[in-house]
């Protein structure tokens, strides 16, 4: 089996065999970096601010996005997907910076997966770094989670809250709204407005006494002034992409056999399953910047 990828906006193809990236190559590579879209950036943004010395691969799989509303078998299918086409591109670490992934995805691929297809890679997610700061935040006991209706219903984040801090409270709302406001650039807009106040009504109306809450998607730090102004002053708003920054920076430095094989160049280079030109338009909404270097991917 092979799969293709396109070099350049004129599409001119390269193909490629698995066989030309074998698993257990150590030559040193870059981070790998997976959403199911757009809002993993906002994790990669912090990542090359706190970390700009290593190299990136970001890859975006735009065409199946949203994850949040898919079942268990198919995030874990794209997701299975995506990791393996980063290992196959070189990537020794993959993170992925997607809630729905984290939550329905990364502990199979963890403990069935890995073993089979490289022992000494790494997946990463991004709930546990950001479960793991919240006992020192919240006062009153009580936290609020606000993210897509997948991560709500897999029930992750007050599993790892409850390992972490047996005696928090976790209330969580889903928002399906909110990732199609930020991906077609609406989430300023005066009607984003509406789905904004009505999730965090909903959220406070289960539990009054929450004085934590949880941005539990990537996408929703370009939402986060309007989440502010709907939500009461006192409570502290927790969004990911500074957390999981620093628990990143701490497991290389922890591990300095995989801090080895990460290749630190300062690049940066994003792969999409969309068309180019889409995926340079929709990520100037959370890069600020259209002059990225982005290549067409195909998972299979």
């Not at 089996?1 to 193809?13: C, E």
């Not at 006062?139 to 984040?157: D, N, W």
């Not at 976790?170 to 106040?197: I, T």
Request: hydrophobic letters at 35%; charged letters at 25%.
């Amino acid at each position: 089996m092979s799969f293709r990828v396109a070099t350049s906006a004129r599409n001119d193809i390269i193909f490629y065999r698995p066989h030309m990236y074998p698993f257990s190559a150590q030559k040193p590579g870059p981070i790998g970096v997976f959403d199911s879209g757009y809002g993993g950036l906002t994790i990669l943004e912090k990542f090359r601010e706190l970390l700009p010395q290593y190299d990136y691969l970001y890859l975006g799989d735009n065409a199946r996005t949203p994850y949040g509303t898919r079942s268990f078998e198919i995030v874990y299918e794209f997701t299975l997907e995506a990791v393996k086409k980063l290992f196959g591109l070189g990537c020794p670490l993959v993170i992925l910076a997607c809630n729905t992934a984290s939550a329905k995805a990364l502990r199979s691929i963890q403990q069935h997966d890995l073993p089979h297809l490289d022992p000494t890679r790494r997946v990463l997610g991004v709930i546990r770094p950001t479960v793991e700061c919240i006992g020192d935040i919240t006062h009153t006991r009580h936290v609020g989670l606000l993210a897509t209706s997948g991560t709500i219903k897999s029930g992750s984040y007050p599993m790892e809250i409850k390992k972490l801090f047996p005696d928090i409270q976790v209330a969580g709302v889903s928002c399906p709204m909110w990732v199609p406001l930020v991906e077609n650039n609406e989430y300023d807009s005066e009607g984003a407005d509406y789905f904004v106040r009505k999730y965090v009504d909903e959220l406070l109306d289960k539990d009054p006494e929450i004085d934590t809450v949880i941005l539990g998607c990537t996408h929703y730090p370009l939402l986060k002034e309007k989440i502010r102004r709907f939500m009461p002053a006192h409570i502290q708003l927790i969004s990911q992409g500074e957390l999981v920054a620093k628990s990143l920076k701490d497991y290389l430095h922890r591990h300095s056999e995989m801090n080895s094989r990460c290749s630190c160049n300062g690049r940066c280079e994003f792969l999409t399953t969309e068309s180019v030109e889409k995926f340079r338009e929709s990520a100037s909404v959370f890069l600020h910047d259209t002059n990225v270097k982005v290549r067409n991917v195909i998972l299979e």
